[in-house]
């Protein structure tokens, strides 16, 4: 008899961010397949039995394949197990969590999906920064920064882009020379802000500031890393008011 999947989207970082659900899925789980930026503190929550599969990815270093993840879930979930597909975030913004439900789809295996907060929206709060403004945005865009042009991977509809007032770029601290060119050639006024946030919602979480002219030359001053997030727009002027999380070497106004 076959089992069930559980995809679960395990937060930024903050394990309190968990959703409840989420918190119940590691608790039922037999088998749990977890992604590089889940806090290892949720894996806690596990039954003592519980078998960890570990799934992270980063440059030159990866855990399983995802076609084996793919084989991994399917093989464990049709010998009767409860199995958690753990990542961070939430599982369906690049997450390839909607890939892995189309494999077990396709398996006849039952599957539930459970949302989570993404680091596009809890980054940037927890650095005092809102997506959305009545005064600043009233657009928002959540975008993936990998593609480059000069590597013929540039999909990104640049013209489009500019003219949405909040942009939030996953995955693009060693891509920002091209995002910042991309969108000043398209229209975006080169003084538009721009906050970087490393290790957001974690008491590693650190913030630069700058604009789309000076914020390639300020990451790699600092030696900012990924995981980040690069959050563009006049919303990134409003953290003078209203930032709220103690980052180390940062002073409220």
Not at 183 to 199: C, D, H, Q, R, Y
Not at 214 to 239: C, D, F, H, W, Y
Request: with cysteine; proline share 4%.
């Amino acid at each position: 008899m076959s089992g069930k999947v559980l995809i679960v989207g395990a937060g930024p970082g903050d394990p309190k961010l968990l959703t409840i659900r989420g918190l119940e899925c590691i608790q039922q789980a037999d088998v749990i397949l977890y992604d590089r930026l889940v806090n290892p503190v949720l894996l806690k929550h596990a039954k003592d039995n519980a078998e960890l599969i570990y799934c992270g990815k980063e440059p030159g270093k990866h855990g399983l394949i995802q076609e084996e993840i793919h084989r991994v879930l399917v093989e464990k979930s049709l010998a009767g197990h409860i199995v958690l597909r753990l990542k961070g975030g939430d599982p369906f913004v690049f997450g390839r969590g909607a890939e892995e439900a189309a494999v077990l789809r396709k398996a006849n295996i039952d599957y539930e999906i459970v949302p989570g907060i993404t680091a596009g929206i809890a980054a940037p709060a927890y650095a005092g920064i809102p997506v959305t403004h009545r005064d600043h945005a009233t657009s928002f865009a959540i975008v993936t920064g990998h593609g480059r042009a000069q590597k013929g991977q540039d999909f990104l509809k640049w013209d489009a882009l500019s003219h949405i007032d909040t942009l939030a770029f996953y995955m693009s601290v060693g891509n920002i020379e091209h995002i910042a060119a991309r969108l000043i050639e398209n229209g975006k006024p080169s003084e538009t802000p721009v906050a970087v946030i490393e290790w957001g919602t974690t008491e590693k979480q650190r913030t630069i500031v700058g604009t789309l002219e000076t914020i390639t030359n300020q990451i790699k001053k600092e030696s900012i890393q990924n995981p980040a997030m690069i959050l563009v727009g006049n919303v990134v002027s409003v953290r003078e008011e209203i930032a709220w999380f103690k980052e180390k070497g940062y002073e409220f106004c």
